[in-house]
């Protein structure tokens, strides 16, 4: 079983700052199997990112992911979703997935809280 | 617009069984699989399985296995989530979500499929 590692657990920003979170993977996966989503309490999760750096529809340009270290094929370990300038409505919990092989699981989730 | 809408709220006694449902509108409901997912209260996301509705394959985690099933109704384009005989630890939010794009599966294990990009709005399942 693929594991995703996030960090941290918990980041404490204020409105208008940069949030980066991280998603490790035990295993090098093809950039196109990761995916970030955005869970509010009482809400379902919602898809923001796909192939670790494709926004969803309707998603704002402030979010992006990346992948470090990929190697030719676009394969790697080291996943990030950034938020530039935070606003009020950021404010949740981010997992990141991976569908590369199965079972398909989740990173245990990042809580972006305001400071 | 592609919708997923689930069935609402249940609660159950230890050892009963429960269908819980997934309703799919706005696409060709045959071509697309449809995954569950489940979240313990407070807790992070385990996928349970899914299923390929065209000829209801039905994949499943290991974790899962024996302990659900999967199955679906085409003429109403609808995903069933089904337990055998719940336990107090089955209380969790149940989502159904679909995927994108689909890989490809050989025996048990599956591979590269694409993200799971439109999710229902979650049935509670509480067990006490």
């Known amino acids: 079983e693929i594991v995703l590692t996030q960090s941290p657990g918990t980041l404490s920003l204020s409105p208008g700052e940069r949030a980066t979170l991280s998603c490790k993977v035990s295993q090098s996966i093809s950039r196109t199997y990761l995916a970030w989503f955005q869970q509010k309490p009482g809400h379902s999760p919602r898809l923001l990112i796909y192939s670790a750096s494709k926004r969803a529809a309707g998603v704002p340009e402030r979010f992006s992911g990346s992948a470090s270290g990929t190697d030719f094929r676009g394969s790697g370990t080291d996943f990030t979703l950034t938020i530039d300038r935070l606003e009020s409505e950021d404010f949740a919990v981010y997992f990141c997935?991976?569908?590369?092989?199965?079972?398909?699981?989740f990173g245990q989730g990042t809580k972006v809280e305001v400071k | 617009e592609v919708q997923l809408v689930q069935s609402g709220a249940e609660v159950k006694k230890p050892g009963e069984s429960l269908m819980i449902s997934c309703e799919t509108f706005e696409y060709t409901f045959d071509n697309f699989w449809i995954g569950w997912v489940r979240q313990v209260p407070g807790k992070g996301l385990e996928w349970m399985g899914m299923i390929y509705p065209r000829d209801s394959d039905g994949r499943y985690n290991p974790s899962f296995q024996g302990q659900i099933v999967l199955s679906v109704d085409k003429s109403t384009a609808t995903t069933y989530l089904q337990f055998y005989s719940l336990k107090a630890s089955d209380t969790a939010m149940y989502y159904c979500?679909?995927?994108?794009?689909?890989?490809?599966?050989?025996?048990?294990?599956?591979?590269?499929?694409?993200?799971?990009?439109?999710w229902g709005q979650g049935t509670m399942v509480t067990v006490s």
């Open positions: 997935h991976q569908s590369r092989a199965s079972p398909w699981t």
């Open positions: 979500a679909r995927h994108k794009g689909a890989g490809y599966c050989s025996g048990v294990n599956c591979w590269g499929f694409e993200v799971l990009d439109v």
